[in-house]
């Protein structure tokens, strides 16, 4: 089991920058591929990021590449999502989330694949 805390969402003008945590606890949390996803209001729920076990891998959805940087500290179990350049588009209540199954090498998208599921923060983006 791996229960999940985010923070860092906010209220932000665009262009400007915020960092969101998600601290894990619960028992290997190395053990897991992690995500983030967010769903905007009447929107359904999509992909942003994934990394892996070790930080090794990473994937992005287009429109937040070169933007958004997913990071994790498995010393502090807690895994990161920068975001700079933040657009109004991006507002959205953003998730972090854990694969249903530890050790997996591949990176998912689909959101079906995480078992684990924070409790979300919003981020809004003001033009």
């Known amino acids: 089991q791996v229960q999940l805390v985010e923070s860092g969402g906010g209220l932000v003008q665009a262009g400007g920058s915020l960092r969101l945590s998600c601290a894990a606890s619960g028992r290997s949390f190395s053990s897991y591929a992690m995500g983030w996803f967010r769903q905007a209001p009447g929107k359904e729920r999509e992909f942003v990021a994934a990394?892996?076990?070790?930080?090794?891998?990473?994937d992005y959805t287009d429109s937040v590449k070169g933007r958004f940087t997913i990071s994790r500290d498995n010393l502090k179990n807690t895994v990161y999502l920068q975001m700079n350049s933040l657009e109004p588009e991006d507002t959205a209540v953003y998730y972090c989330?854990?694969?249903?199954?530890?050790?997996?090498?591949?990176?998912?998208?689909?959101?079906?694949?995480?078992?684990?599921w924070g409790q979300g923060t919003q981020v809004t983006v003001s033009s």
């Open positions: 989330a854990a694969d249903s199954r530890p050790w997996r090498s591949r990176l998912y998208s689909t959101d079906h694949v995480y078992a684990y």
């Open positions: 990394i892996s076990r070790n930080g090794g891998s990473t």
